[in-house]
C-alpha cells in the first residue's frame, strides 16, 4: 500500500509546491523501489548497490548543493528527501546523507574548482561514491585527539592512521579523510583530505556482526605511509571546526530523516492495532493501546514542526549549530521512542523483519550515536544556555 505520510497538524501547507513536489518524488521511489527489497538486504547485511545511480538520477545525492550537477534545492526539501529515505530504511538515507553531506559538502566547501570539477558531478550522479573519515578507534566522541597524520613529503603528503566505523567505506571510490597535517612549520592542525581508492598504502575493511544499519557498508580505512599528491589536501580545510561545519550539514539531515523512521513505525502499528484482536476487540480500542498511539503521533508532529523551522532558519541563513544540535537530539529520542512503542504495540510480530518497527528501531541505535551521541548533544546545549564547558 503507498505511504500516505502522518500531518496532523497540517504541515503539508507550510511546504512550496516545488517542496511538496520533492518529497511525493521521493515517497513513491521509497514505494517502490526501496520497500520491496530492504528486508531482505537487511536480513543478509548488504547494502542495495544498485540504488546508487537511482538516487544520483533523482538528485539526492548533494541535493542542496549549487552547480556542478547538484539539484540546488532549500534546505527544507533536502530534508524531506532524507525523510522520505530513511522513512524506507536509515540505511538509505545513511549512504545519501554521507555522499552528499559528509563528502560532496567538503569538497563543494573547501575544495579548489579543479577538485570540484573532477569529482562533484560524478558524485552527485551515483558514479562516484564517497566516504567521510573522522573517527578512529580511540577517538570516536573527542576527534580533537585524533591520531591519524599527514606528513609534508616532497611534491605531497604521507598519511598514517586508521579510522574506524566509516559508512561506505568499503564501497567508496574516494574518501574524505581527517588527519592532523604536519606542514613543517608550526604545530600540526586538522586538515581534510581527499583519498582515493587505489593510493597506495590506503585500504579498508568491512566492519561486520551489526545489529544496527545492517543495509549499510560500514569499514574501517587504514593508511600505512598512504602517499597522496599534493592536490589531494581541501585547502580550505582550517582544524577541527571544517570537520564540524560538514557534520553540521548532516545532523540537518538526519533531523529530518528520523522522522520518516518514526512515521512509517506509527503507521503501522496503528494498522495493525485496528486489525488486530484480543479478547473482544481490536487491541486499538483499548485504552492502554490508544495512549501508545496518541504519544506517538504527538511526538512525531512535535519533531515534524521542529525539523520544519529549522528549515527556514536554515534558509534565511539564520540557523545556528546549537538548534540543529537541539533538532538531531529531539528528533532521534523521539523517533527511537516511537519505534520501540510500535515494536511493543506488534506483539511477538514486532520481533520479525516482516514488519518494520524492529528494523528502525535497530536502525536507530546507530543513529542516536553517529553524528554527536546523545550526551555530547546534550553538552553542546548545555555549554550554550550557561556559557560552562562539562565535556572535559
Ligand atoms: P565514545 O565517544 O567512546 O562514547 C561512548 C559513550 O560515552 C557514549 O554514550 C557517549 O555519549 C559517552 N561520552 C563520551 N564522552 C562523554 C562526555 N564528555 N560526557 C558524557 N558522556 C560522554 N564516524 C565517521 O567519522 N564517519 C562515518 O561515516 C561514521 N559512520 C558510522 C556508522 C555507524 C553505523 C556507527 C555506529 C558509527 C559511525 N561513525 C562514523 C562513528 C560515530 O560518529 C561514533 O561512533 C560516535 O561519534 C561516538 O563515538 P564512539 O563510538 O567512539 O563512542
Not at 189 to 196: D, L, T, Y
Request: with cysteine.
Amino acid at each position: 500500500m503507498p505511504f500516505r505520510g502522518v500531518d496532523y497538524y497540517a504541515i503539508d501547507s507550510l511546504l512550496s509546491e516545488e517542496e511538496r513536489l520533492v518529497r511525493d518524488t521521493f515517497r513513491r521511489f521509497v514505494d517502490e523501489e526501496v520497500m520491496p527489497i530492504i528486508a531482505g538486504h537487511f536480513r543478509d547485511g548488504t547494502f542495495p548497490k544498485h540504488l546508487i545511480q537511482r538516487l544520483g538520477a533523482l538528485g539526492a545525492l548533494g541535493p542542496s548543493l549549487q552547480g556542478y550537477g547538484c539539484a540546488g534545492l532549500g534546505p527544507v526539501a533536502y530534508g524531506l528527501i532524507m525523510q522520505e529515505l530513511e522513512r524506507g530504511d536509515s540505511g538509505v538515507r545513511s549512504f545519501a546523507s554521507v555522499q552528499g553531506s559528509l563528502a560532496m559538502y567538503p569538497i563543494h566547501t573547501f575544495g579548489t574548482e579543479e577538485q570540484k570539477r573532477k569529482y562533484l558531478p560524478k558524485m552527485a550522479a551515483g558514479e562516484l561514491v564517497g566516504c567521510f573519515g573522522l573517527t578512529e578507534p580511540d577517538f570516536g566522541s573527542n576527534p580533537q585527539g585524533m591520531r591519524t597524520t599527514a606528513r609534508r613529503v616532497g611534491q605531497g603528503w604521507v598519511l598514517n592512521g586508521e579510522k574506524r566505523w566509516i559508512t561506505n567505506g568499503g564501497i567508496a571510490d574516494l574518501a574524505v579523510v581527517w588527519a592532523r597535517a604536519d606542514e613543517g612549520a608550526g604545530s600540526p592542525r586538522i586538515r581534510g583530505f581527499v583519498v582515493e581508492r587505489g593510493a597506495k598504502g590506503f585500504s579498508t575493511r568491512d566492519i561486520h556482526g551489526k545489529f544496527s544499519l545492517r543495509a549499510s557498508v560500514t569499514s574501517e580505512l587504514v593508511f600505512e605511509d598512504c602517499q597522496v599528491p599534493e592536490s589531494a589536501l581541501l585547502p580550505g580545510t582550517d582544524g577541527l571546526k571544517s570537520a564540524l561545519q560538514v557534520l553540521d550539514q548532516a545532523r540537518f539531515g538526519i533531523s529530518f530523516g528520523v522522522v520518516g523512521a518514526a512515521m512509517a513505525c506509527y503507521e503501522e502499528a496503528l494498522s495493525y492495532a485496528k486489525e488486530r484482536v484480543q479478547f473482544s476487540r481490536p487491541i486499538a480500542g483499548y485504552q492502554l493501546v490508544q495512549a501508545k498511539l496518541v504519544d506517538m503521533l504527538e511526538k512525531i508532529t512535535n519533531a515534524q514542526l521542529l525539523a520544519w523551522r529549522l528549515g527556514r532558519l536554515k534558509e534565511a541563513g539564520q540557523a545556528r549549530a546549537q538548534q540543529t544540535s537541539l533538532a538531531k537530539r529531539h528528533n532521534v529520542r523521539i523517533a527511537l521512542e516511537v519505534a520501540r512503542t510500535a515494536r511493543d504495540v506488534l506483539g511477538a510480530n514486532g520481533v520479525t523483519d516482516e514488519y518494520q518497527a524492529g528494523r528502525h528501531m535497530c536502525n536507530l541505535e546507530s543513529v542516536f550515536t553517529y553524528e554527536g551521541t546523545d550526551h555530547i548533544h546534550t553538552l553542546v546545549l548545555g555549554q550554550d544556555i550557561t556559557g560552562l564547558n562539562a565535556f572535559t
